[in-house]
Nanobody, 126 residues
Framework: QVQLVESGGGLVQAGGSLRLSCAAS????????MGWFRQAPGKEREFVAG????????GYADSGKGRFTISRANARNTADLQMNSLKPEDTAVYYC???????????????????WGQGTQVTVSS
């Protein structure tokens, strides 16, 4: 069992940065692939970024490539998402998620992720 709590959301102007953090509890965190998803009003939840359990492989949606960076610290049970050059279209609720997938590639489908946080709001003003 893994419990996830996100923090770091807020209101930022276009071009600004935010760092989201996901704090996990549970002894299996280090064996979980971690992902960040987002959901805007009226839209489906979409993959943003992910990192394998070893931290040796990452994956990004095209919308965040070159702007977002995911990282993890297994010793601290955290997984962070650094977001730079934010755009109004990045506005959404951002969710941290954990998957027991222990492969070498990051899965993009939300169905692969078993554990979810409650979400944190990110609002980017133009």
């Amino acid at each position: 069992q893994v419990q996830l709590v996100e923090s770091g959301g807020g209101l930022v102007q276009a071009g600004g940065s935010l760092r989201l953090s996901c704090a996990a509890s549970g002894r299996t965190f280090s064996r979980q692939t971690m992902g960040w998803f987002r959901q805007a009003p009226g839209k489906e939840r979409e993959f943003v970024a992910g990192i394998t359990w070893r931290g040796d492989s990452t994956g990004y949606a095209d919308s965040g490539k070159g702007r977002f960076t995911i990282s993890r610290a297994n010793a601290r049970n955290t997984a962070d998402l650094q977001m730079n050059s934010l755009k109004p279209e990045d506005t959404a609720v951002y969710y941290c998620a954990a998957s027991p997938n222990m492969g070498t590639l990051v899965p993009f489908s939300p169905r692969t992720y078993f554990y979810w946080g409650q979400g944190t709001q990110v609002t980017v003003s133009s």
